[in-house]
């Protein structure tokens, strides 16, 4: 049964009435997609589908989230710095999986040539979801207990981490639909949100530290970018805190075609020199059709330019790597501090290997037993590459004691606590509808060797579904930007 949180209107009039305004006010305010733009041409913008009310999320839950974030930040840091640590991570996927051995090879090269910039940025998003262990148990408002529901990390996202941009001004659009609808809301209830400014902020620092003030911020972006409001409110922001710092656009196969390496490793674009170079692509496959853009990744990876991410915390953030940081004693291995490992700790899900041996044995026998019990995660981003139920049970069947299997791995399935909403995207109707979520916080830091530069927590993203429904990006269609109504 779902609850009704926030006992959300149902009158129809009233319900088309807020959904117009919602809609005009997210075009007025940049919540928006651009489908089919290409990165020279124009098109039309589109409300980005959101969810016309905010979702409950327990206090607790969210200080959790919050709290655990810089720790999180310190640790992949670390991660991405312990060559050996990554290498036993990850040697069986690179055997297996052609586009992390890629990776694993730029890398490598680099390490063994020397790495050019010791200074790094990552701008990461830590995803979780509230497990519900007991959905009966809710009070007589709808609300659960914070100790019905436990924090629990989803994936750790080292590379462009999106809508950090378009969710600032969701916080914004659903204080005026609980306005339109006569719902009281108080500040800590929804709180300001404004992650782009952290992130550009560390944008900004990272430029300076590199430290020549002609030098720009390269965007380096997909041909086809339906989501580059989201990366323009970053852009924007930097403007906004440093007008002296110009950001250009590029592709792989643009740095492939006018980029170059000086004799002391400066990365020329078009002549540019660029101090930052800030990815919104380059984490699938599908962005690497040719050695063209490899070769360009290389060159990037080669050069003094601060990468955001570098290769080595791009590969820090493969679902392998998680599984393996689940592990007793691993984390333990990065951060001394006992609280600190508690806090991340506290928000791990059951994760398995699926290596050769009796331990993966175990975990394939254990997902064919319960397959609605379990998710099969490739190593891959973005959306859409999880294998579920009869489905994976089928496939765990299939590769059987193959090394295939090591592509993968195995997580407990996380059951959030269902709430209703009206969820606003092309396809949906206005109806009230059960609806899970799945909450982000931003983090960014700026590491160079064993000295911090900067590690902040900088906001929050929530994006919200309808039960059911395995998938959970936005882009990819599955769902709708939300923001966390804290009681
Ligand atoms: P990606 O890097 O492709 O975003 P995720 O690990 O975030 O991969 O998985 C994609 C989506 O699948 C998530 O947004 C979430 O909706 C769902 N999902 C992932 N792991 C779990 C899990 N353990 N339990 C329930 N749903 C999950
Ligand atoms: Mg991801
Ligand atoms: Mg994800």
Redesign the pocket.
Known sequence: MATCLCNHPQDTDEIQHILEVARDWALTNGMVFKPDASSAGQSQAQCAPFSLFPSVVPKQIFQQAVTCMKDFNTLMYRVAQDHDFLERALKSVIKVDPFVRGLWDIYNQVREEGMAQPISLDLFRN?F?MNTSDKKNITSAGIPPSSALQL?Q??F?TIAASFGGLIGAATHLHRYTLDLAGKPYTSSEMPDNDPARGFAAGMVKAWELYGNPDAVILFLVSGIESNIIDQRWLEFKVHQQNSKIRVIRGTLLDVHAKGSLSDDKKFILDKSEVAVVYLRTGYGEDSYTSDKEWSARLMMERSRAVKCPTVRSQLSGC?KVQQELARSGAVEGFVEDPKAVKSIRDTF?GLYSLDMGTEGDDAVKLAISSPEKY?L?PQ???????IYGEEMKKLLEEMGSTKEREKFIL?????PLPEKNYLIKSGIPLTLVDTVS?MGIYGVHIGDGDKEHLNNQCGHML?T?MEG?????IVVG??VLDTPYIV
Request: glycine residues 16%.
């Open positions: 995803d979801m629990r989803i994936e996202n679902k899900a998710v995660k891959r981003e973005g959306g859409g590459h999880n997580m407990e399935r996380i059951f799945e994006r579904k429904t395995d998938e959970g990006g599955f769902a």
